[in-house]
């Protein structure tokens, strides 16, 4: 991105700020995965607190931190060298939940082997901002620029205000993602315990037996055979059938993952991942 001089800061006045936090709404109606979100999120904010070179999202996942979405492959390295070296401006933010600002990087001592690999890279100033969902802080947007002490005055301002704004936009997209996650669920609980009723009742014709009898017959194949209920329920169906499924039991198989486990799409992962961070979230979204 073409970075231009710190006085190009104060143009960014209240329009700005207006079209950016219009921005974020559209966001939310155009990007209903949480990780395509993000992505969109941290380009636009790359966009709007000018003079940003570059700008990224960092989480904590249950102690380990994580790139969530990056607008160019430089931020992405700037993140990995602190989580790899356990120390920067990020991860500062991160853990106080204060801004942290570094006006030149090339004199700056608090993060010798984070300030020495942005100095070669080009990079002179950055700014974290801790996001906060509730009264947690769960991640940080980081943004960095070319020259020295870029964000100063009206740029600090403004990205201070979209860092807020950020993570009020965060919670309305926990929120969708929680209950789109939920529709899932019971989507797919719903299908596995129509596959079960069809093979109680294949069962109980073939058996001549009672429906509790059935169910315990179900029971112990699984057991017997290590697998879980519904996977032997489908199976018999699909032997009585001639080898067809419904289609909605087909689709919520796959969706949920129940043969893949770590199949679970990322925007799910990176949702369980922020509400463990911040439960008072996950609450909210429930009222």
């Known amino acids: ?20 936090y219009g921005g974020l709404v559209t966001l939310l109606v155009d990007s209903p995965q949480l990780d395509g979100f993000l992505e969109q999120v941290i380009r636009l904010a790359a966009e709007v607190v000018t003079p940003a070179a570059a700008g990224g999202i960092t989480f904590d996942r249950e102690g380990r931190f994580v790139t969530a979405a990056t607008s160019t492959p430089l931020a992405a390295q700037v993140g990995e060298v602190q989580y790899g070296t356990d120390s920067g401006p990020c991860l500062d933010a991160l853990r106080r939940g204060e801004v942290v600002a570094a006006d030149d990087l090339a004199a700056d001592t608090r993060w010798p082997d984070f300030a020495s690999f942005a100095v070669a890279c080009g990079i002179g100033s950055s700014l974290s901002l801790p996001l906060r969902v509730g009264d947690r802080t769960i991640g940080a947007l980081n943004l960095y620029a070319h ?25 309305v997209a926990l929120c969708q993602s ?26 109980m014709a073939q058996q001549r037996c009672t429906a509790e009898q059935a169910f315990d017959l179900l029971r112990q194949a699984s057991q017997h055979r290590n ?45 369980m991942t922020l509400q463990r961070r911040s439960p008072d979230a996950a609450l909210a979204c429930r009222r």
């Open 227 to 271: 697998r879980k209920l519904r996977e032997v329920a489908a199976e018999l169906v699909t032997k009585v059938s001639g080898g067809r499924l419904s289609r909605r039991y087909r689709s919520t198989r796959s969706a949920s993952g129940w043969r893949t486990p770590e199949a679970v799409p990322r925007s799910a992962r990176l949702l």
């Open 147 to 171: 020259e020295p002490a870029a964000f100063r005055g009206a740029a600090r301002r403004h990205a201070e205000a979209f860092a807020v704004q950020c993570g009020a936009a965060l919670t």
């Open 1 to 20: 991105m073409n970075i231009g001089a710190p006085a190009r800061m104060v143009a960014e006045s209240e329009t700005g700020n207006i079209l950016a």
């Open 178 to 203: 929680d209950a789109a996650v939920l529709r899932r669920q019971l989507t797919a609980a719903m299908a596995a315990r129509s596959i079960i009723d069809q093979a109680l009742g294949i069962l």
